[in-house]
């Protein structure tokens, strides 16, 4: 595989693109193109070189003259900055030198620019961010986290087909079990959207469950949870805040009372298994489905260990080939 990395995108870039880069080629055999300042990069792979030895002829470099900042309005970037980090990368894709792409850059804009350069899957209506998420018993999957939020009911269901191939095909769950997001698990619960689209959910050929809540989703009750993107991503924060919030209650905690030092280690030890459960780092990143081409988008915070798992998550998407299927699928419904 030969994956294309936007080295600029990030709040930490471009140092720990650079580092997942070479972190990523001495654990794969895959080969990675950074995307980015030509004097950027080159200073960077000469500071990573005296701490790493890597192949370095599985690592080239395409100069872009333009980044997109993270706080840009998607569209506008996506149409105006055409020698950006992040456009290069979905042109080498678009024209077949590339694989895949990943970037930890403005979400928005990835997704803006691979329209404009992939365009969608033949009979995709929208693309769709799909975030791994955990549960007690080993991921999940979100569509949509924030791509789309407002949608139709036929959007919803194309979320639902979307994730159940790329559940299937990427993560390896046999017969995924597929969930509305809901306010409660009747089929009578819910609002206009959420109703229409578990009807037509229900019709579709997929392992389709009904409606569960918010408190479901970590109890691994469903494997594919669709909702419209503001409802994924509100759902996606909260948690997020949460997580931090019981990490900073139990180290307060600790720090209180004398008598939990002792504990403390065993505490750290427990704590750091927990944590690698909930680690986004080991994910990666989301896959933006319905573009014709892999796209992995990582978050803006990532660290060198996200940005090589994400290089890892990329070219297995590639290899899956389920951008075939997903036209495939949602042709054969729309038919």
């Not at 970037?77 to 979905?90: E, I, L």
């Not at 909702?227 to 720090?255: P, Q, R």
Request: glycine residues 8%; proline residues 4%.
């Amino acid at each position: 595989m030969i994956l294309a990395l936007d080295v600029m995108g990030g709040d930490k870039a471009p140092d720990i693109n650079v580092e997942g880069a070479i972190l990523a080629v001495k654990q794969t055999d895959n080969n990675v193109i950074l995307v980015g300042k030509e004097d950027v990069v080159a200073a960077q792979l000469e500071k990573w070189s005296r701490k790493y030895k890597f192949p370095k002829e599985r690592i080239s470099v395409v100069n872009a003259t333009e980044v997109i900042e993270m706080d840009e309005h998607p569209a506008n970037a996506a149409r105006h900055k055409k020698d950006s980090s992040m456009a290069v990368c979905c042109k080498l894709v678009a024209e077949g030198k590339a694989d895949a792409f990943v970037s930890m850059g403005n979400s928005g804009a990835a997704m803006a620019v691979s329209l404009l350069y992939l365009k969608r899957i033949p009979g995709v209506s929208r693309p769709v961010i799909s975030v791994p998420f955990p549960t007690i018993s080993g991921k999940c999957i979100i569509v949509d986290t924030g791509a789309n939020v407002d949608c139709k009911p036929e959007h919803l269901l194309q979320f639902g087909i979307m994730g159940n191939i790329y559940a299937k095909n990427v993560i390896g769950i046999k017969n995924p079990k597929v969930a509305v997001l809901s306010i409660g698990e009747e089929d009578t619960k819910g609002n206009e959207l959420t109703l229409q689209a578990s009807e037509l959910l229900k019709k579709a050929n997929l392992n389709f469950i009904g409606n569960i809540e918010g408190g479901d989703v970590p109890k691994a009750k469903a494997d594919v949870i669709v909702c419209d993107g503001f409802v994924g991503n509100v759902f996606l924060k909260t948690s997020e805040g949460i997580a931090e919030m019981v990490t900073k209650f139990i180290k307060n905690s600790i720090k209180s009372n004398p008598l939990y030092w002792g504990a403390a280690p065993f505490l750290k030890l427990a704590m750091k298994k927990v944590k690698k459960k909930i680690d986004y780092d080991d994910v990666g990143g989301a896959p933006l489905l319905g573009v014709n081409g892999p796209c992995i988008i990582g978050h803006g915070k990532s660290n060198s260990r996200a940005v090589k798992n994400a290089l890892i998550a990329a070219a297995k998407f590639a290899k899956s080939n389920i951008n075939k299927k997903i036209e495939e699928e949602v042709n054969n419904f729309n038919g």
